[in-house]
Nanobody, 123 residues
Framework: QLQFVESGGGLVQAGGSLRLVCVVS????????MAWFRQAPGKGREGVSC????????NYPDSVKGRFSISRDNAKNTVYLQMNSLKPEDTAVYYC????????????????WGRGTQVTVFS
């Protein structure tokens, strides 16, 4: 069973940056597709980035493309989400997730989840 430790969330002014970090234990990450999702109050869980097992392939929705960047270090069992040019609409709880499917923005494709880290962007 995978265990996640997410960090890097916080309060930031619009236009600022944050770097989320997800350290995973319990199994090597080499075989998992990794993703970050977010959930704002009253809304469903939204995929904001996904990275293939090798790190070669990444996916982003239009809402964050060009501003967010996902990366991974399999040797450290760690996944990162660099978030630049943050907007108030990026405010949400951000979750790290691991799955066995190709990259996807669908939460059911990911079987293991972290507890989330709060990101709040103020204008």
């Amino acid at each position: 069973q995978l265990q996640f430790v997410e960090s890097g969330g916080g309060l930031v002014q619009a236009g600022g940056s944050l770097r989320l970090v997800c350290v995973v234990s319990g199994h090597t990450l080499n075989y998992y597709t990794m993703a970050w999702f977010r959930q704002a109050p009253g809304k469903g869980r939204e995929g904001v980035s996904c990275i293939s097992t090798s790190g070669i392939s990444t996916n982003y929705p239009d809402s964050v493309k060009g501003r967010f960047s996902i990366s991974r270090d399999n040797a450290k069992n760690t996944v990162y989400l660099q978030m630049n040019s943050l907007k108030p609409e990026d405010t949400a709880v951000y979750y790290c997730a691991a799955g066995g499917h190709p990259c996807s923005d669908s939460p059911p494709d990911f079987g293991s989840w972290g507890r989330g880290t709060q990101v709040t962007v103020f204008s």
